[in-house]
Each structure stands twice: as structure tokens, then as C-alpha cells.
T-cell receptor, first 115, second 115 residues
Framework: DAMVIQNPRYQVTQFGKPVTLSCSQT?????MYWYQQKSSQAPKLLFH???????NEADTPDNFQSRRPNTSFCFLDIRSPGLGDAAMYLC??????????????FGPGTRLTVL | DQQVKQNSPSLSVQEGRISILNCDYT??????FLWYKKYPAEGPTFLIS?????DKNEDGRFTVFLNKSAKHLSLHIVPSQPGDSAVYFC??????????????FGKGTLLTVNP
């Protein structure tokens, strides 16, 4: 089945130690998104890639970076995680951001713990 | 500042009865609204959507109503089934920076359908 896969499902890191979260998709979608969801909060868009075109949200901290080496993979890099970065990180894909009816397909998320 | 608000963190209903989940928004630029459903350990999945040019959209047991003047939408599930127990996220979109559309989510409502 075509899907969005996130690895690992659970990630523990130390304060200040760089960490990378991975997302892959078999849907061949053009757009890949990264959301941050803190406990009991709404998912919040960090950035997205439309093909190789990177689109950062204005309020995403510089501590968060992303890479998309090819259509299938997208990485979220947190350069110096703080305690406030502990959250569920959701990856999503969509075919084309310009379609009003375009659905986003989500992975199961990676829960990040910062010690 | 929450632009999409789901003021009920949880809702409990009996199997067979109607479930009504509510959502309010503050941004008048939102013109497309979606509901996502999320089971534990899974990512959100798209459920139903509505454009601002409509006031109702129906898909099987699920109906979404939109009241633009009140900036309010609701999701009705009739009849409710135990398998509907999940977190329901309301989301809204607006054109953002050209042809890219961004989803703004609410915090979600946990629906429990009791047998």
C-alpha cells in the first residue's frame, strides 16, 4: 500500500544534541510537509517542500532545518534541541499545493523526547 | 493566537446517537475547511471537507455544516459507531504566498462512542 513512513517512531535525544527525523513516501507526491504537535496542541506547520522548492513558515525557529534529497525522502534536522522541542513531529504529503481539494496524507509521527 | 478553535476537548456519545463536533475560526480569509480523524499511534486521515461557497457537504454518515457569518462549522456523525472513537481535528486553509495552501489546525476533540 502506498503510504507515508516515519522513522523512528520514538526518538530520545539529549539537550543540545543534534537529531534527525526521517520521512519517506511511496505516493510519489510533489509536496512534503513537517508539522510539530505539542501535547494537547494543534499541529503546527514548520515548513514544506514543493519538489525542491523549500518554503519556511515565518515563525519556525532557525534551530529547525529540513532536507529533501529526492522525491521520496524528507528529513527534519533539529540542530540544538531544547526541552521545549519535545513534541510529536508529523510528516505529510500532498500531490500539489495549488489544488483547493488537495488532501494531505500523514505519517504516524515521531515522538521526540529531549532529556 | 489560535485561528481555529475546537473548544470541546472531549465528547462522549452513545452508539447509534448523533455526534456533533464544533469548530470556530477567526480568520475571514479561510475559504476551505477540512476534518481529519486520528486514531492512537496513527497519523491524521482526511475525513470530509467543505468549500466556503457551500453550507453543507455530506458523505455517508458524515455531514459538515458551515456558517460563514458565524465563522463556525460542525461535523455531524449519524449514527455514531464505536469505531468512530478517535480525535477529530478541524482544519482550515487559505491561499498563502501564491498557489501554496497551508492548513491551520484546531487542537482536536476526542470523541468516545460508547456501545
Amino acid at each position: 500500500d502506498a503510504m507515508v513512513i516515519q522513522n523512528p517512531r520514538y526518538q530520545v535525544t539529549q539537550f543540545g544534541k543534534p537529531v534527525t527525523l526521517s520521512c519517506s513516501q511511496t505516493l510519489n507526491h510533489n509536496v512534503m510537509y513537517w508539522y510539530q504537535q505539542k501535547s494537547s496542541q494543534a499541529p503546527k506547520l514548520l515548513f514544506h517542500y514543493y519538489d525542491k522548492d523549500f518554503n519556511n513558515e515565518a515563525d519556525t525557529p532557525d534551530n529547525f532545518q529540513s532536507r529533501r534529497p529526492n522525491t521520496s525522502f524528507c528529513f527534519l534536522d533539529i540542530r540544538s534541541p531544547g526541552l521545549g522541542d519535545a513534541a510529536m513531529y508529523l510528516c505529510a504529503t500532498s500531490i500539489y499545493p495549488g489544488l483547493r481539494t488537495d488532501t494531505q496524507y500523514f505519517g504516524p509521527g515521531t515522538r521526540l523526547t529531549v532529556l | 493566537d489560535q485561528q481555529v478553535k475546537q473548544n470541546s476537548p472531549s465528547l462522549s456519545v452513545q452508539e447509534g446517537r448523533i455526534s456533533i463536533l464544533n469548530c470556530d475560526y477567526t480568520n475571514s480569509m479561510f475559504d476551505y475547511f477540512l476534518w481529519y480523524k486520528k486514531y492512537p499511534a496513527e497519523g491524521p486521515t482526511f475525513l470530509i471537507s467543505i468549500s466556503s461557497i457551500k453550507d453543507k457537504n455530506e458523505d455517508g454518515r458524515f455531514t459538515v455544516f458551515l456558517n460563514k457569518s458565524a465563522k463556525h462549522l460542525s461535523l455531524h456523525i449519524v449514527p455514531s459507531q464505536p469505531g468512530d472513537s478517535a480525535v477529530y481535528f478541524c482544519a482550515a486553509s487559505e491561499e498563502s504566498g501564491g498557489s501554496n495552501y497551508k492548513l491551520t489546525f484546531g487542537k482536536g476533540t476526542l470523541l468516545t462512542v460508547n456501545p
